[in-house]
């Protein structure tokens, strides 16, 4: 018989059960021949940002150069060149795109990435994040990274007001924190970003394309941040396919979740734009010690891999769908320190990239804009530098 007390909970737990029970739309949904139609390619002869052996193709020479195409399973395929010889050019860079959403996300959303492959190897580097439009003010939340031949997932925010994940996640997420200080302080390059490793195998990796890939989901709501990764074997019925009532309150423990208690989701973070790409080794990769930790026996450095394109079968993505859900919730948009013009939807982190040299200081969105992007990148360099030292310690 229960007793007061038992009643009392099984309210809380009730109610607490109401509280988490959203109901999700269908937002986007990039699948197939339209998957591409849903990004912009930032085209850069050099990657200014992480300091990767890569150029950046426009998205007229990356379809002519095969690196983003639609495959006959109708999977969309994301690779670097794995073709063209450097040999002999110690200063080759391999050709790779940058993607960047349309339309941003904004609070409420559900992001479902479905996914076969993940790209890998020695030197490669992918990474798939949110991020807005002026960095660090209006954020970035990292998904899918890590490098070389690394086994295992990590996620992490990057935020620049006052931003820590408290211990008390530690019983609300399955993964493992490694740091839980978000806050980034470009002037002082503190960016350490605020670090939650994976602790299910096959998230990342040859294991990941092995167990058949699967499916990670980030969802942003007045709550926080949480994201989950499910092995093929595993994702929820709710999210498989054609699904389109995702419901994550039945998805058990995120593997990380960034709580509002300790970071204020409504404040800061701006409208966040999907970001997908394949960098070559660089500030993260490239990393003597990090390059080590896994590729050592492959080669001296990371850049004595570059210019033979055997090393780059596996870097590629291979993509069911990308979907996003929302709540509705849109107008609760986040207001932080950065000029609220840039975050309007149709705005993205390059709108102003291609209005090319405008003087510096005069204050419009595009120069903002430029010189935020620019910072930005510098973020999974610090977030792979601070996992160095996480693993050293
Ligand atoms: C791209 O793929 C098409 C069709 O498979 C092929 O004909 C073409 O040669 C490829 N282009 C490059 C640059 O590899
Ligand atoms: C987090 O890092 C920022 C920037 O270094 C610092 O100002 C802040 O005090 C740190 N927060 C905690 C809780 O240590
Ligand atoms: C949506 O907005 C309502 C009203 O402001 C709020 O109570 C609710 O928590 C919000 N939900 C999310 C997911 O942000
Ligand atoms: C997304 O689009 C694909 C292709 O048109 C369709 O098969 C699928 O049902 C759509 N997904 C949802 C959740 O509507
Ligand atoms: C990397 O290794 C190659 C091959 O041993 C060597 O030629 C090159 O100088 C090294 N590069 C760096 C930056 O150490
Ligand atoms: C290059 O990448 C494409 C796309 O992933 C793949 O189909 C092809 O087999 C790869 N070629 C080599 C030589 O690795
Ligand atoms: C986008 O490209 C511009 C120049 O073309 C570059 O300055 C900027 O850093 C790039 N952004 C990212 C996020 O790579």
Same mark, same amino acid.
């Given at each position: 018989?229960?007793?007061?007390?038992?009643?009392?909970?099984?309210?809380?737990?009730?109610?607490?059960?109401?509280?988490?029970?959203?109901?999700?739309?269908?937002?986007?949904?990039?699948? /197939?021949a339209?998957?591409?139609?849903?990004?912009?390619?930032?085209?850069?002869?050099?990657?200014?940002?992480?300091?990767?052996?890569?150029?950046?193709?426009?998205?007229?020479?990356?379809?002519?150069?095969?690196?983003?195409?639609?495959?006959?399973?109708?999977?969309?395929i994301i690779?670097?060149?794995?073709?063209?010889?450097?040999?002999?050019?110690?200063?080759?860079?391999?050709n790779?795109?940058?993607?960047?959403?349309?339309?941003?996300?904004?609070?409420? +959303?559900?992001?479902?990435?479905?996914?076969?492959?993940?790209?890998f190897?020695?030197?490669?580097?992918?990474?798939?994040?949110?991020?807005?439009? *002026?960095?660090?003010?209006?954020?970035?939340?990292?998904? *899918?990274?890590?490098?070389?031949?690394?086994?295992?997932?990590?996620?992490?925010?990057?935020?620049?007001?006052?931003?820590?994940?408290?211990? +008390?996640?530690?019983?609300?997420?399955? /993964?493992?924190?490694?740091s839980?200080?978000?806050?980034?302080?470009?002037?002082?390059?503190i960016?350490?970003?605020?670090?939650?490793?994976?602790?299910?195998?096959?998230?990342?990796?040859?294991?990941?394309?092995?167990?058949?890939?699967?499916?990670?989901?980030?969802?942003?709501?007045d709550?926080?941040v949480?994201?989950?990764?499910?092995s093929?074997?595993n994702?929820?019925?709710?999210?498989?396919?054609?699904?389109?009532?995702?419901?994550?309150?039945?998805?058990?423990?995120?593997?990380?979740?960034?709580?509002?208690?300790?970071?204020?989701?409504?404040?800061?973070?701006?409208?966040?734009?999907?970001?997908?790409?394949?960098?070559?080794?660089?500030?993260?990769?490239?990393?003597?010690?990090?390059?080590?930790?896994?590729?050592?026996?492959?080669?001296?450095?990371?850049?004595?891999?570059?210019?033979?394109?055997?090393?780059?079968?596996?870097a590629?993505?291979?993509?069911?769908?990308?979907?996003?859900?929302?709540?509705?919730?849109?107008?609760?948009?986040?207001?932080?320190g950065?000029?609220?013009?840039?975050?309007?939807?149709?705005?993205?982190?390059t709108?102003?990239?291609?209005?090319?040299?405008?003087?510096?200081?005069? /204050?419009?969105a595009?120069? +903002?804009?430029?010189?935020?992007?620019?910072?930005?990148?510098?973020?999974?360099?610090?977030?792979?530098?601070?996992?160095?030292?996480?693993?050293?310690?």
């Amino acid at each position: 018989m229960p007793s007061g007390r038992a009643l009392g909970l099984a309210a809380l737990a009730t109610s607490i059960a109401l509280a988490n029970a959203q109901t999700y739309t269908l937002a986007d949904n990039f699948t /197939g021949a339209n998957f591409f139609n849903g990004f912009k390619y930032n085209a850069s002869a050099i990657d200014s940002n992480n300091f990767g052996n890569v150029h950046f193709l426009s998205q007229s020479a990356a379809t002519q150069a095969n690196l983003t195409f639609i495959d006959s399973n109708g999977h969309a395929i994301i690779t670097v060149d794995n073709t063209t010889s450097g040999a002999g050019d110690p200063s080759f860079g391999r050709n790779s795109v940058y993607l960047l959403s349309n339309s941003p996300l904004n609070i409420g +959303s559900l992001l479902v990435f479905d996914a076969n492959h993940i790209p890998f190897g020695c030197s490669v580097w992918p990474g798939f994040f949110t991020q807005g439009a *002026i960095w660090p003010q209006q954020g970035e939340i990292d998904i *899918i990274e890590n490098v070389n031949l690394a086994t295992i997932n990590q996620y992490s925010l990057h935020v620049a007001d006052t931003c820590n994940q408290p211990a +008390s996640a530690a019983q609300q997420q399955s /993964g493992k924190t490694t740091s839980t200080n978000c806050t980034v302080v470009p002037s002082l390059d503190i960016n350490n970003g605020c670090i939650v490793q994976e602790t299910q195998q096959n998230s990342f990796g040859s294991g990941f394309a092995t167990a058949g890939g699967g499916v990670y989901a980030m969802q942003w709501n007045d709550q926080g941040v949480s994201v989950w990764f499910f092995s093929r074997p595993n994702v929820p019925s709710d999210i498989s396919s054609d699904a389109a009532n995702p419901n994550p309150s039945n998805w058990g423990l995120p593997s990380a979740f960034y709580p509002a208690s300790g970071c204020d989701p409504t404040t800061v973070f701006g409208p966040q734009f999907i970001t997908l790409y394949i960098d070559i080794c660089g500030a993260f990769a490239g990393a003597q010690s990090v390059f080590e930790q896994t590729c050592a026996s492959a080669a001296p450095n990371c850049s004595a891999l570059v210019q033979d394109p055997a090393n780059y079968a596996d870097a590629y993505w291979d993509i069911n769908f990308l979907r996003v859900f929302t709540t509705g919730n849109n107008s609760a948009g986040p207001t932080t320190g950065a000029p609220s013009s840039t975050g309007s939807s149709g705005a993205s982190p390059t709108s102003g990239g291609s209005a090319s040299g405008s003087g510096s200081g005069s /204050g419009n969105a595009a120069t +903002s804009t430029i010189s935020s992007v620019k910072d930005m990148m510098m973020v999974p360099v610090a977030a792979g530098l601070f996992a160095l030292l996480a693993f050293m310690i």
